[in-house]
Nanobody
């Protein structure tokens, strides 16, 4: 079992920045690909970014490329999402997730989900 806890959400003005964190506990953190999804009101949950087990490969949705950066610190069992140049369209609940396989993670069927953290961007 892996437990995931997100933090760092909040209210920010358009053009601003936030950094989300996802702290993991349980089984070996480095054994899992990690990622972020988000869900806006009235919309389906969508993939935002993913990072491989050792951090060597990263993946981004087209809508956040160049603005968001995913990273991880396996020594601290923590994953991060640095979000810059935030737009009102980025307003959503952000969820971190974990799976042994990146393909499952990006498909939205990972083994583990966090409880989510709200990000609100005011225009």
């Amino acid at each position: 079992q892996v437990q995931l806890v997100e933090s760092g959400g909040g209210l920010v003005q358009a053009g601003g920045s936030l950094r989300l964190s996802c702290a993991a506990s349980g089984r070996a953190f480095s054994g899992y690909a990690m990622g972020w999804f988000r869900q806006a009101p009235g919309k389906e949950r969508e993939f935002v970014a993913g990072i491989s087990r050792l951090g060597g490969s990263t993946y981004y949705a087209d809508s956040v490329k160049g603005r968001f950066t995913i990273s991880r610190d396996n020594a601290k069992n923590t994953m991060y999402l640095q979000m810059n140049s935030l737009e009102s369209e980025d307003t959503a609940v952000y969820y971190c997730n974990a799976d042994e396989w990146m393909s499952d993670l990006r498909a939205g069927v990972p083994d583990y989900w966090g409880q989510g953290t709200q990000v609100t961007v005011s225009s």
